[in-house]
T-cell receptor, first 114, second 113 residues
Framework: DTEVTQTPKHLVMGMTNKKSLKCEQH?????MYWYKQKAKKPPELMFV???????INESVPSRFSPECPNSSLLNLHLHALQPEDSALYLC?????????????FGPGTRLTVL | GENVEQHPSTLSVQEGDSAVIKCTYS??????FPWYKQELGKRPQLIID?????GEKKDQRIAVTLNKTAKHFSLHITETQPEDSAVYFC????????????FGRGTSLIVHP
């Protein structure tokens, strides 16, 4: 399996809802990432997990809560989001956290916050 | 930290023409330079990459060149086709510092049939 998968593809939620995004890879990668992307802009890093431990949090608001249950899975728990959080949320993985390791992106979850 | 500038922001060409997208970076320690293609509504996909010990790399109609002295790298697409239309992002990763790639702002390539 050479892909990163994400579910759901689309998500619409109200500001009081709690939802979760899921990411999975079976390439044996030990680094996983969450990015946020607005239309026609580059991906913005949110979180990095290395060997299932959170290694980078780019000052993301606490209404976003990441979780890495095992080396193949990455979740992003969402609570009390704002309309400006509407975006494409991309998961990525790489072999390790090295500058020379390619990141492979999942298809993303298109999130709309009403 | 690393800063990556990408030009142009929009590039419009006729089918069959060549397209060139240029990026400059600020940190001389950067050693890995991937290029991603993102079609509308889809994921960024790696199309080619180059490492700092190589000056040029080709894959069919796509080539990337790297000038470490000048700190710039370029994507060249020859014989463009309508399916090449997408947003292209360059990126740079720095050894010894943050290994997270810094992305350029993107180039919207439009290939007219």
């Amino acid at each position: 399996d050479t892909e990163v998968t994400q579910t759901p593809k689309h998500l619409v939620m109200g500001m009081t809802n709690k939802k979760s995004l899921k990411c999975e890879q079976h390439m044996g990668h030990r680094a996983m990432y969450w990015y946020k992307q607005k239309a026609k802009k580059p991906p913005e890093l949110m979180f990095v997990y290395s060997y299932e431990k959170l290694s980078i949090n780019e000052s993301v608001p606490s209404r976003f809560s990441p979780e890495c249950p095992n080396s193949s899975l990455l979740n992003l728990h969402l609570h009390a989001l704002q309309p400006e959080d509407s975006a494409l949320y991309l998961c990525a993985s790489s072999h390790r956290t090295s500058s020379r390791d390619t990141q492979y992106f999942g298809p993303g979850t298109r999130l709309t916050v009403l | 930290g690393e800063n990556v500038e990408q030009h142009p922001s929009t590039l419009s060409v006729q089918e069959g023409d060549s397209a060139v997208i240029k990026c400059t970076y600020s940190d001389s320690a950067s050693n890995y330079f991937p290029w991603y293609k993102q079609e509308l509504g889809k994921r960024p996909q790696l199309i080619i990459d180059i490492r700092s010990n190589v000056g040029e790399k080709k894959d069919q109609r796509i080539a990337v060149t790297l000038n470490k002295t000048a700190k710039h790298f370029s994507l060249h697409i020859t014989e463009t086709q309508p399916e090449d239309s997408a947003v292209y992002f360059c990126a740079a990763s720095t050894a010894g510092g943050s290994y997270i790639p810094t992305f350029g702002r993107g180039t919207s390539l439009i290939v007219h049939p």
